[in-house]
């Protein structure tokens, strides 16, 4: 494999970057049985630039890339075709491991980073399970519509906001429509196209009712 030697831009830093924040979250919804590693090709001395679970190895950011992740990435280069590698193999400690070796591109398609994730399939099943369930710190609260169209999308923002509010004995009769319009507001319902309109038709009142208090809503901020 011939030697990697790149220098990156600003722009490249900025993607690397945006990894980092993505792989906390994508972290947070796997569970600690992964170990998530981004690497950073400018210095293979120290190209961990990120790692989450590093417990398992025992690395931090700093460490140099790995011999086997070089060997992955010269696949990848000599495929051309994916950006990918899944694979299963063994850590230092002979633990048996499930892999994935993923290219980050950068400008004009180069590949400038890696993300390497590794599942320790000797982690016990109820330490898995536990990460696919609702907790105390993170309870089954909210519901998601998966809609068809955008339109369902707001007529079910709709539906939900009105129910919420004309429910609501609190709230003076005459502020419903101002409170459901400032709520859908708040939930970015009118960033999508025709909502204005739509929401005007099912509460009985003009587009510039509507647009009079997202108006007032704003200047209110």
């Not at 792989?23 to 690497?39: A, K, R």
Request: hydrophobic letters at 40%.
């Amino acid at each position: 494999m011939k030697e990697i030697s790149i220098t990156l831009s600003e722009t490249d830093r900025r993607i690397l970057e945006s990894y980092s924040y993505f792989l906390d979250g994508l972290s947070q919804y796997l569970g600690n049985s992964i170990e998530i590693v981004l690497h950073s090709l400018e210095n293979l001395d120290c190209s961990v630039i990120k790692i989450l679970n590093g417990f398992y190895s025992g690395r931090t950011v700093g460490a140099p890339i790995t011999d086997l992740a070089l060997s992955m990435l010269s696949k990848i280069n000599e495929t051309g075709t994916n950006p990918y590698i899944i694979y299963f193999c063994k850590s230092k400690k002979n633990e048996p491991i499930k892999a994935a070796t993923l290219a980050v591109y950068g400008e004009h398609q180069r590949i400038i980073g890696l993300v390497c994730m590794n599942f320790y399939l000797n982690t016990p099943l109820c330490n898995f399970v536990e990460t696919l369930l609702p907790s105390a710190a993170n309870p089954l609260a909210v519901s998601e519509h998966f809609a068809e169209n955008i339109s369902d999308v707001i007529e079910n923002a709709i539906s939900t906001v009105q129910k919420e509010v004309l429910s609501d004995s609190k709230i003076p009769s005459s502020y419903k429509n101002k409170e459901i319009i400032l709520r859908l507001n708040e939930q970015g319902v009118f960033n999508l196209k025709d909502a204005v309109i739509t929401v005007a038709e099912r509460l009985g009142i003009s587009k510039n009712t509507v647009y009079l208090h997202l108006r007032n809503q704003s200047k209110s901020v």
